[in-house]
């Protein structure tokens, strides 16, 4: 039988997914309101990185922080990490 448990990686994991779900969220609402089209509910990789490379560009034009997009990617790399870390080596 397959046992679950709430264990400290896994919660490191939830948390970097939850900030990079609010920052992915607050690039969507500053592309919208630049005029920008994008879709709030992505689920092709190629839409999602159309969403930040657009942000990239309009980021540069209209002077917005890049540092929304960097920790962005940080805490998909942070939760990826953990992920890893608590699936493979804590249920083993």
């Known amino acids: 039988m397959l046992e679950f448990n709430f264990s400290t990686p896994f919660i490191v994991a939830l948390l970097f997914g939850i900030v990079a779900l609010v920052l992915h969220y607050v690039m969507v609402a500053r592309l919208l309101r630049a005029g920008v089209t ?11 990185f159309a969403i930040y490379r657009a942000y990239r560009f309009m980021g540069v034009r209209e002077k917005w922080p890049i540092w929304p997009l960097y920790a962005f990617w940080t805490a998909v790399g942070g939760m990826a990490a953990a992920g890893i870390y608590a699936g493979l080596v804590l249920h083993r």
């Open 38 to 48: 994008v879709k709030l509910f992505v689920l092709m990789p190629r839409e999602q």
